[in-house]
């Protein structure tokens, strides 16, 4: 099977015209480019190989008092929105939200399921702390942010697509990636919590992935891709 390569762009670049050339300069199959709200649609327009993504979503499709009304929710931005602009995947609970945005379990749960009832496959990120690793807590961490992350999910629903990123804290954008051997106990045990639901799960590796080291991840057949930061940026 064909690995998932997501690029998530965070807040960059700073224009449009960069976002443009940027996105013409990536436009490869099997990759997902999650560029800022604002450059979605110019970079809809520009690729043709690669898919599109978002970096977050609002955790709900806001009902609609009056025909065409969007909701009363200033800044956000809904997953019927982000369709509309041919995007397929959504980043939720990435650490930088989780950490300095107060996105919360609860916040992520109702993300996925916004995001699933609008026909977008969900990218949920989990991961422990540096503090949190050391302390021998990563698969308590792990397994709290998939069960109230995955809680809306009806357990009797089939073909869900869905992708769980897993992104040690620790290894986001410090150039110190985890270890192989690491990520793979990681990804036995994430598909085991998951497991839980009859979902079609992949499971890809976030933090510190770059052109050098990438093989060492995606060579494993039980890795589905990887998540990109600051290699591409
Ligand atoms: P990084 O970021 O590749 O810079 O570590 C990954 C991410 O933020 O998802």
Redesign the pocket.
């Known amino acids: 099977m064909n690995k998932l390569i997501i690029a998530?762009w965070?807040m960059n670049p700073a224009s449009i015209e960069e976002a443009r050339k940027l996105a013409a300069e990536t436009d490869v199959e099997g990759l997902i480019i999650c560029p800022p709200f604002p450059f979605l649609e110019a970079v809809a327009k520009t690729i043709k190989k690669a898919k599109l993504g978002a970096q977050d979503v609002f955790w709900m499709n806001p009902p609609t008092p009056l025909a065409g009304q969007a909701g009363a929710y200033t800044g956000e931005v809904s997953a019927e929105e982000l369709k509309s602009l041919c995007v397929e995947y959504v980043i939720i609970g990435?650490s930088?939200r989780r950490q300095n945005l107060g996105e919360t379990d609860e916040m992520v749960a109702k993300k996925i399921k916004t995001v699933l009832d609008a026909g977008l496959t969900p990218i949920l990120?989990v991961g422990e702390t540096k503090a949190e690793h050391e302390a021998g807590k990563t698969k308590e961490i792990v397994k709290r942010e998939l069960k109230i992350g995955l809680s809306y999910i009806p357990h009797l629903t089939s073909n869900i697509q869905l992708v769980i990123a897993y992104?040690p804290i620790w290894?986001?954008?410090?150039g110190t990636p985890d270890t192989p051997e690491n990520m793979l106990n990681m990804v036995k045990f994430i598909r085991g919590v998951a497991s839980d639901w009859p979902l079609a799960t992949r499971i890809i590796y976030?933090?510190?992935?770059t052109s050098r080291n990438a093989e060492n991840f995606l060579k494993h057949k039980e890795i589905s891709g990887a998540?990109?930061?600051?290699?591409q940026s």
Do not use: R
Not at 206 to 209: K, N, R
Not at 227 to 231: K, S
């Open positions: 998530n965070k990435h930088e990120c992104e290894a986001i954008g410090t976030g933090g510190s992935v998540l990109v930061g600051g290699a």
